[in-house]
């Protein structure tokens, strides 16, 4: 027990301590873009199941791999808010809750936007080039999945969960995220797993590039430092 109480504190403490603090002061006002996007995912899943609004969302929303590539760039920051049709709407309303809350805590309003939405966009775009490709190459699609809507929230919840997993250290979690999207194409390749890889790709190098940055930063600061004459680095502090 004592074991598995210490890895716990070792994979989610600092996430657990981050997020409780920020709720016990501020509650909800410690995350208005989660609430602002859960309300907006319910009113548009009201919406587009109603005989007038259906065409609506489509119109705002819905992004296509056979839809011009401006007008899919147009749709793509209101289709992270567009659940899927064929889907319970209460599970995408939990990830963003829970996923775009720790995120937003964790990361702040704009980091967690920034992120959900590259997520989302790499999934697009990768539709695009596996049609291109063709169903016969390794990372091709068939021509029917142009017509295909594209994954909505579900994308930029795995970037997210992906990204604060490995800002935080749950490396565990991150890595079981991971497994998980693997495993979902394997067991029924479809387009939706394979845009959650491609969002994945996209958030792994989106952690390489920070990774790189934070450590050559500091060694290039480091190196400078040494370079400077004795006199300079005694007044520098």
């Not at 074991?3 to 909800?28: F, I, N, P, Q, S």
């Not at 959900?116 to 990768?126: C, E, F, N, R, S």
């Given at each position: 027990?004592?074991?598995?109480?210490?890895?716990?504190?070792?994979?989610?403490?600092?996430?657990?301590?981050?997020?409780?603090?920020?709720?016990?002061?501020?509650?909800?006002?410690?995350?208005?873009m989660t609430v602002g996007?859960?309300?907006?995912?319910?009113?548009?899943?009201?919406?587009?199941?109603?005989?007038?609004?259906?065409?609506?969302?489509?119109?705002?929303?819905?992004?296509?791999?056979?839809?011009?590539?401006?007008?899919?760039?147009?749709?793509?920051?209101?289709?992270?808010?567009?659940?899927?049709?064929?889907?319970?709407?209460?599970g995408a309303l939990a990830?963003?809750?829970?996923?775009?809350?720790?995120?937003?805590?964790?990361?702040?309003?704009?980091?967690?936007?920034?992120?959900?939405?590259?997520?989302?966009?790499?999934?697009?775009?990768?539709?695009?080039?596996?049609?291109?490709?063709?169903?016969?190459?390794?990372?091709?699609?068939?021509w029917t999945d142009a017509?295909?809507?594209?994954?909505?929230?579900?994308?930029?919840?795995?970037?997210?969960?992906?990204?604060?997993?490995?800002?935080?250290?749950?490396?565990?979690?991150?890595?079981?995220?991971?497994?998980?999207?693997?495993?979902?194409?394997?067991?029924?390749?479809?387009?939706?797993?394979?845009?959650?890889?491609?969002?994945?790709?996209?958030?792994?190098?989106?952690?390489?590039?920070?990774?790189?940055?934070?450590?050559?930063?500091?060694?290039?600061?480091?190196?400078?430092?040494?370079?400077?004459?004795?006199?300079?680095?005694?007044?520098?502090?």
């Open positions: 027990m004592n074991r598995l109480a210490r890895w716990v504190r070792a994979e989610w403490g600092l996430l657990y301590v981050t997020v409780r603090e920020a709720v016990a002061k501020r509650r909800l006002r410690a995350v208005p996007a859960v309300c907006l995912t319910a009113l548009l899943q009201y919406v587009q199941n109603q005989p007038w609004g259906y065409q609506v969302v489509q119109d705002a929303g819905a992004v296509r791999a056979e839809d011009p590539l401006w007008q899919a760039l147009l749709r793509t920051p209101l289709s992270l808010y567009v659940p899927a049709l064929d889907l319970p709407v209460w990830q963003i809750l829970f996923v775009f809350g720790v995120a937003e805590i964790c990361l702040g309003r704009w980091w967690a936007l920034a992120i959900a939405y590259v997520a989302t966009l790499a999934g697009t775009l990768y539709a695009r080039v596996g049609i291109g490709l063709g169903p016969h190459a390794p990372f091709g699609l068939p017509q295909v809507v594209d994954t909505g929230p579900s994308a930029a919840v795995v970037g997210l969960a992906v990204f604060v997993g490995w800002r935080y250290g749950a490396y565990l979690t991150a890595g079981a995220v991971t497994l998980a999207m693997v495993a979902e194409v394997l067991l029924k390749e479809n387009l939706a797993g394979k845009e959650h890889l491609a969002a994945l790709m996209a958030v792994g190098v989106l952690c390489l590039t920070v990774a790189l940055r934070h450590r050559y930063g500091r060694f290039g600061q480091a190196l400078r430092r040494v370079r400077q004459p004795a006199a300079a680095r005694a007044e520098t502090p």
